[in-house]
């Protein structure tokens, strides 16, 4: 069987295509044929048909470029994000999450019946059920403007670094706007990584230390590679994955699975 994905020939929007997992996305996606878009603040050295620099944190550079992105677009992978400390908590908010979402429904009108979303959350996302009644609170301020606004008006709501927090919200907006997007044919997803050796690890390491990271390292006992986590994204937003949606696949190298069994004793249980 050839094209076994189904990814030869459609066309597909990655953001964080420059560096770590978006990259490694990109790069899977080109050689399976698939025709890719890359966005991303930096430039991307992966050899892709169109690229554009977007600010996920500046909502008229992103209605610029979904301007410029000819239809139809049949899948959006969205991994571009921030780590938190150093960068504030509104700006790793708006990048992780309500800059991504802007981007995303800003794209909804281009893609067909059958197309696909899947968004990079976190395992730091654990407990989110937990949070939900904060989170809805914050979700229903449902643009880009209103959400920043909210925002700057409760920052206690991002827990001192706004990346927890953008991945539970993350993982609760697939499961509610997914049941929406459905109904057009769009499916909506995400994964939640566990600790993964990019770019972005030196910067958890000076914000958290080391010692918390290395304890949301599953039983697999290794940080992931981000070709690791590229392949689920892929899966996850192939055509033949079609039954599946409003999903939050744990690739996490067995950390939910331990530590909701008692077989893990982590100190790190998101926040
Ligand atoms: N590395 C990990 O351990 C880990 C674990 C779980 C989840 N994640 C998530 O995985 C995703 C990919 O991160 P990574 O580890 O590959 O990090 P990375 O730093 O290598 O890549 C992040 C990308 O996002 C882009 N970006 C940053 N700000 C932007 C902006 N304002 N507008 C547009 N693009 C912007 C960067 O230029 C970069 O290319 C992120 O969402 C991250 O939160 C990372």
Redesign the pocket.
Known sequence: MEDVLGFAGRSVVV??A?????AATAQTLVDVGANVIAL???PTSVPVKASFE????DPRTIDDTVAHIPGPVHSVFS?????GPPFTEVDTML??FVGARHLIEGLVPKMPEGSSVGM?A??AAVGWQQNLETINEFLANDTFDTAKAYLEKNPDVMGGSGYWFSKQVINAWVGSKGADLIGRGIRLNCIN?G??S????PQ?HAAVGKELVDSAMGPIGRYSE?EEQAWPLVLLNSPRMSYVTCEQLWTDGGFLGALTTGRLQAGFAGN
């Open positions: 953001t964080g420059a560096s770590g997992m978006g991303d603040i930096k977007v600010d996920l944190r991994c571009a994000g921030l780590p990048v992780n990079i976190s395992a990584p600790p993964t990019t770019p972005m690890m958890f981000p």
